[in-house]
Every structure is written in C-alpha cells, then in structure tokens.
C-alpha cells in the first residue's frame, strides 16, 4: 500500500530524464538522439528537450565531431560528493561514538551546503534529557557551531558571497543578526579553532563545533557536541568540551590524510 501511495508522486519527465542518464554506463559513452529514442521508447523531440535540459546544466554534454551526447561533468562531480560524504562517514562514526562515551552528550558530524549545514551522522546521549537530532536537515550555517566554524575560514571575497544578502533572520535573542558582529566572531572562531552556539538557533541549547580538513588541507566538515544548556556551561565547555571536541575532528582529519 504504502509503495502505490508513493509511486503517485513520481514526475514522469524526471523519471524519464534519470532514465536517460542511465543510459550511459558500461562500455557505453557516447548516444545519438535516434538511438536514446529507441532504447526510452521516447519520441525525438521529447529527447531531445531533456538532453537539452541536461546539457544546460551541466549533465550531459554534446560531442560537437560526431553530435552525439555523452556524460557532463557534473554527474562526476556529484559522484565524488558522494564518495567524500561516504568517506567521512565512515570515517567519523568511531570517532563520534568515543566521543559520546567520553562526554555523554549527543555528536554529530556535518557539511557545509550553500548557505546551510546538514547533519550526515549523529550518536546520542543517553540521558533523558536531550538535543533532538536533526539528521539531513538543513540549518543555517551562521547560528550553528558546525556551520560557523565551516564558513570561518572563508576568505572575506567568499564571504560576502556566501553571506545572504538580506537581512540576517533572528532565531531567538542570542542570534547575531549584524553582519559585521558576525564576521568579528568568525574571525574570532578562525584564529581559536572552535566556535561555540550560544543558544542561536535554540533557546536552551549550546553547541561547540570543530573543523574536519582532508589531505588537501580543506576544510570538509565539522565536529559538533550539542546538549541542554544547563550541562553546557561556560566552565564544561572550557575544561571539557572544547578539547574534546576539537580532538575528535583532528582525529576525523588525521583518518582523512590531513597532517599539520
């Protein structure tokens, strides 16, 4: 029942247009229009307008000697994204699950899209009172501890263009919503090699992140313990938290081939 109710919502042009991107594979690197029109069941004009659609973005390009298509780029990209996601996942989960045991708080892991973070990992506390996880959603970077010490390191050139151009939302009375205090914070975060949310995003809740960098010394990720504010206090986040913390994202960077 379930499957049917979900099959209604199929769009049949993505559908079609995924399809056609499956074409490709194997031994197969290269179509013409007449022969994806076979093997679709498709007519030409109809593939013609999704090798179009893919092709404006990226997709799926033409071979201008022989016109047929082949795979774009960015289908490769999208395949390494996936590889690195995977990698850092598998990666970070013992580091995040010592991590937990070490300090009873829930760890997650994250990664910076656009002008957002998205939790990938998340090992939880046990205790009842709790941070509840928030895997794969999507939460602005500059009121979390694991975006802000992700868009930290940014050049002020990257900033500005990562930095939404309206008005920053204010989530509860501790958001930084001026961009100019942020940015001192963020230069702030760069220069400690932490960052801290001071109930920004949550009332009642503190997060310390840590930066996760690869072998090419980029930062990929972060590290982040969340909890109730009234665990987090100042003196925890200093004595414990914060080393702790940033132990595990250069464990995380170590297993990833970063080196100092």
Known sequence: MAKKEKSEYLIQAVSHALDLLEQFHDEVDELGVTELSKRLKLHKNNVFRLLATLESRGYIEQNRVTENYRLGLKTLELGQTFIKQMGLLRQSKPV??????????????AILKEFHIVYLDVVETDLTVRVVPRVGARLPAYCTAAGKVQIAYMTDEELE???????????????????A?????????????????????????????????????RIVGAVSISGPSMRFSDERMEKDLIPLVKRAAEEISTKLGFHK
């Open 161 to 179: 263009n990562y930095l939404p151009t309206k008005e920053l939302k204010g989530f509860t009375p501790s958001t930084i919503t001026d961009r």
């Open 181 to 217: 205090e942020l940015k001192r914070q963020l230069q702030q975060i760069a220069e400690q090699g932490y960052a801290i949310d001071n109930e920004e995003l949550d009332v009642g809740v503190r997060c310390v992140g840590a930066p996760i960098r690869d072998y090419t010394r």
């Open 96 to 109: 995040l699950e010592e991590l937990v045991k070490e300090c009873n708080e829930t760890a997650y892991v």
